[in-house]
């Protein structure tokens, strides 16, 4: 079976590389098969696809909306022209330092813009355009002002001169290089991990993925083409001025992306297409924004994936009926399972983590209440007690998602500070949520992929250009995950996106995400609601199997059958206080922890019994 889902799949992709080839063909013939206003304007789609490859990244993978990338384009442009006309520079050498400046300039726009978030993201980068015009405007000795720069040199290679057909031609192969690497960068860790923080900032952080860094990445990558765009654009119509690189050239490629498909490698491709030549077809160019706003409504309102996506949502559930996908491509044994997690913590007896008088309030509501707990290496401490106990605040507060107002932490016998999410999970210690939180346009095994980047990631420029190494980091990866897949139990469509997922599938698919972080020490919420009864009688099975083989587990429970059977440990909390602490009988049986559950009454007419 295995051999034959390789086989398939490799059918698959030399299928997609014939026929990106053979499109390259084709355009590549353009110059011999139109005229020279219809390849002006292949030659703007080019542009406007290298352009939005970037901007892809950075709206697609990253969630990040610029509306002021056309500011970008305009530094990679001017920089190169200014050089170029002023100190004779040749297009190589001036192209390289507007792209580095773009990248700079980017760098401290992405910033600010990253730490906004939300609208602010985009009042910022709407800001930027508009100021990166108004210099152009009236930085005469270095723009030319209103009247732009003209007599910019076109590229030259020895005696050749790039005439359009050669501009045309350059385009093309830069445009098919920044697919590719839009492409590489997706089946990367550095993609997943930028669209699992675009989904799920929380979730990814418990992962040890950083925001900021990951962010970041896209913004350079797109400030870069931007930057290469805005250069090749200026040199090959010798001419550029303000109004190049004004507002409405932002909306375009904004719409552009959108309107393609965010996230999708090609969606750039077919959104530049339809917004170069639907309003020279219609001929309004004088009502170019009205045509804008739109096509931005109708695809908002019927095309919310954008047209790739929507064509590829609509294929990938009827191509699954023909194609035989991996539900299993990897046999975990036990002994090769221990691998898979951190060194258990024995060492005489020592607790893994002690809690010393946490506090924690919320304005006036006292959320947690001199908590103190010791929680012992390779057991299943249990956290009971009515909604609203502090449980998963509790939970909170070891993982770093919130910060305790007084108290003290050991783990592994050192001073803990938990100061962020991703930080803990560098410590050792996974999570899953309350409720489920897997990244939905990934895959299943995307989802536990996700899980490793952080102990496998490759470096940025390996990923965009796909080499050895990075490639056997793949590789080992996909083993990895599929092998804690198999130790879960899961014997599904591992394709399969994990937004279709039963619910109690997707809670077992979080905690082998969880599992793949290394963890010493994991944080389970509730991971039993939702679950049918054989689904809680598998997730028993490998609670046991985690264990034995050397993971301590917190886990918080409703189902007090399930708690009994499975705990080592339970502490009782009720009103943010600890009530108790002993085994699961004691406390199960315990009359507080009836009357926290139950109330009074219950408690008195069990003393009458």
């Known amino acids: 079976m295995n051999q034959l ?10 299928a997609g590389w014939i026929a990106g080839l053979a499109a390259i063909g084709l355009l590549a013939a353009g110059p011999w098969m139109v005229d020279t206003y219809y390849l002006n304007l292949l030659f703007m789609i080019g542009i406007f696809v290298i352009t939005c490859t970037g901007m892809n990244i950075l709206i697609g993978y990253c969630g990040i909306v610029s ?20 100190y004779g520079l040749s297009f190589w050498s001036v192209v390289l330092i507007g792209m580095v400046v773009s990248l700079l300039i980017g760098s401290l726009i992405a910033i600010p813009t990253i730490r906004a978030g939300g609208v602010y993201l985009s009042m910022i980068t709407i800001a930027f ?25 076109k590229p030259q290679i020895g005696g050749y001169t790039f005439d359009l057909k050669g501009m045309y031609l350059f385009v093309l192969v830069i445009s098919a290089a920044a697919l590719l690497l839009a492409r590489n960068l997706r089946r990367s860790s550095w993609g997943r991990s930028m669209i699992a923080t675009k989904e799920n900032e929380i979730a990814a952080a418990s992962l040890g993925i950083r925001k900021f860094a990951v962010q970041y990445a896209g913004f ?114 036990p002994e090769e399972a221990k691998a898979l997690f951190a060194s258990p913590v024995r060492a005489g007896g020592q607790p893994i983590l002690v809690l010393e008088g946490i506090q924690k309030y919320f304005g006036g509501l006292h959320a947690l209440k001199e908590v103190s707990l010791k929680v012992e290496a390779g057991t299943i401490h249990s956290l009971v007690g009515p909604n609203g106990a502090g449980k998963t605040t509790l939970l909170n507060v070891i993982s770093g998602l919130y910060s305790s107002d007084q108290g003290h932490y050991t783990l592994r016998g050192q001073p803990l500070i ?5 930080a803990v999970a560098e410590l050792g210690i996974a999570r899953t949520f309350q409720h489920s939180r897997l ?40 083993e990895t995950s599929h092998a804690l897949l198999d130790l879960i139990g899961y014997e599904g469509d ?82 943010g206080k600890i009530i108790g602490t002993g085994s699961p009988e004691q406390m199960l049986s315990d009359p507080r922890v009836i009357q926290a559950y139950l109330g009074a009454e219950e408690v008195a007419a069990s003393a009458e019994h």
């Open 220 to 333: 350079a990558i797109s400030s870069v083409l931007a930057g290469l765009s805005g250069a090749i654009y200026a040199h090959a119509n010798s001419f550029i001025s303000p109004d190049t690189y004004n507002f409405q050239t932002s909306v375009q490629l904004v719409l552009i992306v959108i309107l393609g498909g965010a996230g999708r490698v090609l969606g750039p491709v077919i959104g530049a297409v339809i917004i170069v030549f639907l309003p020279e077809l219609l001929d309004m160019e004088k009502l170019r924004m009205a045509l804008y706003g739109g096509i931005m409504f109708a695809v908002l309102f019927f095309l919310p994936k954008g047209i790739v996506g929507t064509l590829d949502s609509w294929l990938s559930p009827r191509m699954r009926r023909f194609v035989s996908i991996n539900p299993r491509q990897a046999s975990s044994k």
């Open 5 to 14: 889902i390789e086989r398939s799949a490799g059918y698959r992709a030399a």
């Open 418 to 422: 938990p100061r962020s999410l991703s």
């Open 494 to 575: 591992r394709d399969m996106p994990a937004s279709q997922l039963p619910y109690g599938h997707q809670r077992m698919v979080e905690i082998a995400r969880a599992l793949a972080t290394a963890p010493s020490l994991l944080l389970l919420d509730e991971p039993a609601a939702g679950m049918t009864a054989s689904e809680i009688e598998q997730l028993e099975q490998l609670l046991r199997k985690l264990v034995s083989q050397g993971l301590t587990v917190i886990l918080i429970e409703h189902h007090m059958d399930f708690v009994q059977r499975v705990s080592d440990t339970v502490t009782v909390l009720d009103f």
């Open 67 to 86: 509306i002021g990338h056309a500011g970008l384009m305009a530094i990679g442009a001017y920089m190169s022209s200014f050089l170029s006309t002023k």
């Open 129 to 153: 355009g508009v100021v990166i015009h108004e210099v152009l405007i009236r930085w005469d000795a270095f723009s030319g002002g209103p009247l732009g720069i003209s007599g910019i040199a």
């Open 439 to 478: 990244f939905k346009e990934l895959s299943v095994l995307e989802n536990v992929m996700t899980g490793l980047a952080k102990r496998a990631q490759s470096g940025l420029g390996a990923s965009l250009l796909r080499l050895p190494g990075q490639l056997r980091s793949e590789r080992l990866m996909e």
